[in-house]
């Protein structure tokens, strides 16, 4: 049984428009992670949360927010979609100090 | 910033044939992980390996912590063992994150 899901699996969004990719975990970790994975750059964090309540910016934040409203589910939102942020996006979920991290399925989001 | 090394970028074995992937981290690390992908699909954790030895069937993961490397050693490869490994380390001192490399493309033909 799947501890991390995403949805959706795929989306196609116009440029301009709002886009929420969700994650959900079942593995209790308090941090959870966003990814994103492109040709030419590898994956690249963009934002974390080490618990409901919090999150942080990683390294490519700009153009993205996040929401952590419990444990269990963490989304990365993109307020005005454009189509620099068409990738594939993983979510993960990861315990304390350094633990090792679980990835979900992964969302390809196109945006035109 | 934090960079990983990751060679050979890409590499073709009979089937039958072992492989040697090695990574290079830039600064200490508390961990690392290697990671299996197939083509349009997730990232599966081979090993978390914060140092030493593990052993996984025909996979075996070494990390040396003081020379900020780890090599992940397939033996007898098989057709499935083709896809896209990737390590990725977490910085001592830093947010959990987890920096990667750009990954080793293992084709194996019968």
């Known amino acids: 049984e799947a501890a991390v899901t995403q949805s959706p699996r795929n989306k196609v969004a116009v440029t301009g428009g709002k886009v929420t990719l969700s994650c959900n975990q079942t593995?209790?970790?308090?941090?959870m992670y966003w990814y994103r994975q492109d040709t030419g750059h590898g994956l690249r964090l963009i934002h974390y949360s080490y618990g409901a309540g919090s999150t942080e910016k990683g390294d490519i934040p700009d153009g993205y927010k996040a929401s952590r409203p419990s444990q269990e589910n963490f989304s990365l939102i993109l307020e005005l979609a454009t189509p620099s942020q068409t990738s594939v996006y993983f979510c993960a979920s990861g315990g304390l100090d350094y633990a090792e991290q679980f990835f979900g399925p992964g969302t390809r989001l196109t945006v035109l | 910033g934090q960079q990983v090394q990751q060679s050979p970028a890409s590499l073709v074995l009979q089937e039958g044939e072992n492989a040697e992937l090695q990574c290079n981290f830039s600064?200490?690390?508390?961990?690392m992980q290697w990671f299996y992908q197939r083509p349009g699909g997730s990232l599966v954790s081979l090993f978390y390996?914060?140092?030493g030895t593990k052993h996984s069937g025909r996979l075996t993961s070494t990390t040396v912590i003081k020379e900020r490397r780890s090599s992940l050693h397939i033996s007898s490869s098989q057709t499935t063992d083709s896809g896209t490994y990737l390590c990725a380390f977490m910085a001592t001192g830093g947010n959990n994150k987890l920096t990667f490399g750009q990954g080793t493309v293992l084709s194996v033909i019968p």
């Open positions: 593995n209790n970790h308090n941090n």
């Open positions: 600064t200490s690390l508390n961990s």
């Open positions: 390996n914060p140092s």
